[in-house]
């Protein structure tokens, strides 16, 4: 039951964006509720973390979790090509021995409960199963949510709603914010398998990229708990859906038999459970927030899983966000400008992982070549690997790889709309 009129911070989506925003909120005083359509444990795509995220997972009391956890850690990427020679592992903490270059390959279902349950022990009012319907708006400012609770309807009113829908993208959707990235435009087909091929010692938890012969797509193979491993092909639909019949196991099946580097890993392996299909991976919005709201993680936009960016951008600009709305909530400013003050750093970050995965898509590129020819910038590309692209330094190797390959210009953000745009909404 929710237990209160109005809040400080109405936060909708417990994802790890949400999560973390409305832990760190309510670690700030703030009166946070936090509402999940779903029912935990629930399915979700996006194991792979980057070691970035160490810093936000301290500040909101969940590295003890993780440390004590069953997940798998993670140290290392490793490539391989379309003949199936594998690359020479990038290891984290080659570059810096300290744990925090080390993370963790989690199961989705039992980490967002593990996020989900953290913010509760802060302080956060959280429910499960409630379904928002819209965000309500007056005047041309977001004063609440419109959600059905059990078989009622009711209005809640907050004084900043907070989106973390994920793909949902409910208030961007509302709003007619989200952009597609039309050079980005792929679909993935995935499962997981008992007892697949797992390399030893440091890499034995290594996120593995592999190469389509095809060369249109890849591959993951993410290690999990329980001797499972996540495995999936990303390529454009049109290769990859498209007059392919409707059974994406066969599909995947198909695509597995055909990559040298994926087969051999999977030879005495079996597959568990069922098998899913995703789309439109790239997207996002033209504000990152307006008068009484802010979006966060995927509610914001979504890159190509290549990098594994997901979940750290989620816990970033959850952090991000939680930090602006705060001193916004204690300045009785809830204005557009003041609530999308953290968005051109963070949309800054995302365009830099943003650049490195159209250079992987680039069949012309090969960063092997480029890295012999400038190996000055490995370590750039260690520390975008590792997540670190909040600073003004790593970018300075795109300036020397735009000679190599083109790369794409930031999407603008906006920071206003019309006036209409959000009356459309109420």
């Known amino acids: 039951m929710i237990v209160r009129e109005s809040y400080d911070v109405i936060v909708i989506g417990a994802g790890p964006a949400g999560s973390t925003t409305a832990t760190l909120l309510a670690d700030a005083g703030h009166s946070v509720l936090l509402l999940e359509k779903s029912r935990f444990p629930r399915h979700h795509i996006g194991e792979s973390l980057m070691p ?114 994920g793909m949902n993208t409910l208030l961007a959707r509302q709003l007619d914010l989200r952009r597609p990235d039309p050079h980005l435009k792929h679909a993935a087909i995935y499962g997981y398998f008992r007892n697949a091929q797992r390399d030893s010692g440091r890499n034995a938890g290594a996120t593995i990229v592999i190469s389509t012969p095809e060369g249109n797509g890849w591959f993951w193979s993410i290690p999990l708990s329980d001797e499972v491993t996540s495995v999936g092909v990303v390529a454009p639909p049109a290769y990859l859906t498209t007059g392919r019949g409707a059974d994406p196991a066969r599909t995947l099946d198909e695509e597995i038999a055909k990559a040298p580097g994926i087969a051999k890993r999977l030879e005495n392996a079996e597959r568990v459970g069922e098998v899913r299909v995703t789309s439109d991976f790239s997207y996002r919005a033209t504000r990152i927030a307006g008068p009484g709201w802010v979006l966060v993680g995927d509610a914001f936009g979504f890159l190509d899983p290549l990098y594994s960016s997901g979940v750290m951008l989620a816990l970033t600009s959850g952090e991000m966000a939680a930090d ?28 830099l992982i943003k650049q490195l995965v159209h250079a992987f898509y680039d069949r012309d590129f090969s960063f092997s070549a480029f890295m012999k020819a400038h190996p000055e910038f490995q370590d750039h590309l260690v520390r975008i690997l590792i997540g670190d692209v909040f600073n003004d330094e790593v970018g300075a190797i795109f300036d020397k790889m735009r000679d190599w390959t083109s790369l794409p210009e930031p999407m603008p953000l906006e920071t206003t709309a019309p006036r209409d745009s959000a009356k459309a909404a109420t």
């Open 324 to 351: 602006t709305i705060d001193d916004a909530l204690r300045a009785d400013d809830l204005s557009a400008d003041r609530l999308g003050a953290f968005g051109p750093r963070f949309v800054a970050a995302m365009h």
């Open 52 to 165: 970035h995220t160490y810093h936000t997972f301290k500040r909101i009391g969940m590295l003890d979790k993780l440390k004590a956890s069953l997940f798998p850690t993670k140290e290392s990427v490793q490539f391989v090509n379309a003949e199936g020679r594998d690359s020479r592992p990038y290891y984290f903490t080659d570059r810096d021995p300290h744990e925090c270059s080390r993370t963790w390959q989690v199961r989705r279902d039992v980490f967002d409960e593990m996020m989900f349950a953290n913010a509760a022990e802060h302080g956060v009012e959280t429910h499960q199963e409630v379904q928002v319907r819209r965000v309500v708006f007056d005047d041309g400012r977001a004063v609440g949510v419109e959600a059905k609770i059990g078989e009622t309807t009711a209005t809640i009113n907050g004084r900043v709603i907070v989106d973390a829908t």
